[in-house]
C-alpha cells in the first residue's frame, strides 16, 4: 500500500476524512506537516466528534489526536506485538526526525480481531417491495439476487460473520419461496420463520415475537446491506444504555443547481452555486432491548420509528451510532439496486 494513501491534510474537512477512510477500508489516517508525523484521526474520533458535538463542518484538525502511537525504525520488530496491546490497526514507522518511513497494518498477516456478536437477528421479510417492480412481480424482495446469493442471504452472512447463529425472519408476501430457498441451502445458522398474516409495518411485526427474545437484539431490513463492526455498534448501546440503538448513515447530496434565497421584496439574499448538503439518515438497522417487543400491542400494524418517536417521547433513552456513507448500501429502489451490485462486483 502506498503511504500517500493515508495520509491527509489538517485542513481537510471531516467528510473528506470519511470518504479517505472508506477508499482504504482502512480506519485510521495519519497527518504529516513539513514531513514530520503529527497526528493521526480514526473512524472512532469522527464517530465521537459527531455524537458529542453534531458538527458536520468540522476539520480533521479540530478533531485529530495529536499524540498518535508509532514506533521508531530500530523498534520495528516489536511492531505487532505493540500493535495487539495498544489495540491499533496501522502503526507508522518513523525515523529519528519523526519522518514516516513506514506504515504496518495488523491485518497484513490475516489478523483478525474473533467477532463474538452472537445475539438474536431479527430480519423484516414480509414487505410487498412495490418499488422493485417488475422483480417483485416474480420473487419476494428477500429472493432478488444480488450476485450469486440473494440479499436476505447476504445480510445474514454478515452478521453470521460475528458468530450470531439465530435469525428470525418475518415473512408474509410470497413466504413458501423465502421458506424454500432457506431450507433447501446448506447452512449453519438457525432461522426461524414468522407468519405475518397481514401487513404489520417494519415494528408491528415484532409483536408476533412476544416471549422468543429475551436478550438484546438487532432488528434490519431486508434491503440493506451495512459494512461496519457490528460488534462497536453492540458495545456503544450497552455502554450508553439505550433501549433502542439507531444505525445512521451519513449522505452527502450536490444540488445541481443554484440554489437562490430570497429576501424581502423579492430581493435575493443569497447565492450558492452548486451547494452540498450533508445530513445523517435512517439506514433501517437498530440495536434494541427485548422489553420494545414485550410493551408492543398485537396485531397492531406500526413503523418501527413510530415506536422510536413515542418512547422518545416518554423520555427513554434512545440512542444515534454514525456510520459512513460507503459503508451502508440500500437496495430499496431499482438505481439503488444495481448500485449495490456494482458495489459488491456481482455480475447480473
Given amino acids: 500500500m502506498d503511504i500517500k ?36 484521526i480514526t473512524d472512532g474520533d469522527i464517530r465521537r466528534w459527531i455524537l458529542k458535538k453534531g458538527n458536520l463542518d468540522a476539520k480533521v484538525k479540530d478533531i485529530a489526536n495529536f499524540n498518535p502511537k508509532f514506533l521508531y525504525e530500530k523498534d520495528k520488530a516489536i511492531a505487532k506485538e505493540y500493535m495487539l496491546k495498544a489495540v491499533v490497526e496501522a502503526l507508522p514507522i518513523v525515523d529519528e526526525n519523526k519522518r514516516i518511513l513506514n506504515v504496518v497494518l495488523l491485518n497484513n498477516d490475516g489478523i483478525e480481531p474473533k467477532k463474538e ?15 422493485l417492480h417488475p ?9 432478488i439476487p444480488i450476485g450469486e446469493i440473494p440479499i436476505a442471504e447476504h445480510i445474514i452472512n454478515r452478521f453470521h460473520h460475528y458468530s450470531c447463529k439465530d435469525f428470525f425472519l418475518i415473512v408474509n408476501h410470497k413466504k413458501n419461496m423465502i421458506k424454500a ?11 426461524t420463520f414468522i407468519d405475518e398474516d397481514k401487513p404489520l409495518g417494519t415494528g408491528g411485526g415484532l ?14 431490513n431486508c434491503d440493506i446491506i451495512i459494512e461496519e463492526d457490528y460488534e462497536k455498534m453492540y458495545q ?3 455502554k450508553e444504555n439505550n433501549l433502542i440503538t439507531m444505525i445512521c448513515s451519513l449522505k452527502n447530496i450536490k444540488i445541481p443547481y443554484g440554489v437562490i434565497e430570497i429576501g424581502q421584496n423579492g430581493a435575493i439574499e443569497s447565492m450558492k452555486e452548486k451547494p452540498e448538503l450533508s445530513f445523517f439518515t435512517n439506514t433501517g438497522c437498530y440495536i434494541v ?14 413503523g418501527f420509528p413510530t415506536i422510536i418517536e413515542r418512547y422518545k417521547n416518554a423520555g427513554e433513552k434512545i440512542g444515534v451510532y454514525p456510520i459512513s456513507e460507503n ?6 429502489q431499482l438505481d439503488e439496486l444495481e448500485e449495490m451490485r456494482k458495489r459488491l462486483n456481482c455480475d447480473e
Fill in 289 to 302: 432491548e427485548p422489553r420494545v417487543i414485550e410493551e408492543l400491542e398485537e396485531d397492531k400494524a406500526i
Fill in 117 to 131: 456478536l452472537n445475539i438474536p437477528v431479527i430480519i423484516m421479510a414480509g414487505g410487498f417491495g412495490t418499488r
Fill in 5 to 40: 494513501d493515508i495520509l491527509i491534510d489538517l485542513e481537510n474537512t471531516m467528510i473528506e476524512a470519511m470518504a479517505a477512510l472508506d477508499r482504504t477500508s482502512k480506519k485510521v489516517l495519519f497527518v504529516e506537516q513539513n514531513g514530520i508525523l503529527a497526528a493521526a
Fill in 135 to 143: 422483480y417483485t412481480k416474480i420473487l419476494p424482495k428477500p429472493l
Fill in 236 to 238: 456503544y448501546h450497552k
Fill in 327 to 332: 459503508t451502508w448500501m440500500d437496495m430499496g
Fill in 181 to 191: 430457498y432457506f431450507t433447501e441451502i446448506s447452512r449453519d445458522y438457525e432461522i
Fill in 207 to 220: 409483536s408476533l415475537l412476544k416471549g422468543r427474545i429475551n436478550t438484546t437484539f438487532i432488528l434490519s
